[in-house]
């Protein structure tokens, strides 16, 4: 059964620090573009970042350029987002995804 | 930045046919995904490369592109079909990818 299971979103005061985790299986992990992408409450899909099959190729949208990195772990089969200088505006639920493939989302709260 | 542009809600009776668009100065050149999501749950694909539908999506499904507007058609749409659907595709240089603002559909 294919599966991409989020962790690590936590409650984080306006300037902190969260890493993100997403492990995947039933699929070849090392085969696959991985995305990270979030949903304020009440509000649509925003795509954040995602990261090519080595992790060579990063790409981000403007608003968390500087402050967050994607990274992977193919050996583990794991997808990573660190959130530095967290505002917020980062407050949503956190999707780790491929194209067809989607986690249940872990929440991330940016507030004192 | 890129845009996607689409309607911010489509309503229609069971059994219509449901059309929702999705406008982008480079969906001539990049493909359009589509997303169905329900309330409280995670996006599911129903159309991707404009047109191609996964396995387990009903035949209702079904995309389309021209020009600088991707359409999703729900053809005899049902009461379980009310959700939020999100086009997705990328810009030029297929670097930056940006979802539409969302549809809400509303079948009654």
Known sequence: EVQLVESGGDLV????????????????????????????PGKGLE????????????YYVDSVTGRFTISRDNAKNSLYLQMNSLRAEDTAVYYCATLSMWGQGTMVTVSS | SYELTQPPSVSVSPGQTARITCSGDALPKQYAYWYQQKSGQAPVLVIYEDSKRPSGIPERFS?????????????????EDEADYYCYSTDYNGNHWVFGGGTKLTVL
């Open chain 1, 13 to 40: 005061q306006p300037g902190g620090s969260l890493r993100l985790s997403c492990a995947a299986s039933g699929f070849t992990f090392s085969s696959y573009w991985m995305t990270w992408v979030r949903q304020a």
């Open chain 1, 47 to 58: 795509w954040v970042a995602n990261i090519n099959q080595d992790g060579s190729e990063k």
């Open chain 2, 63 to 79: 995309g389309s592109s021209s020009g600088t507007m991707a359409t999703l058609t729900i053809s005899g749409a049902q009461v």
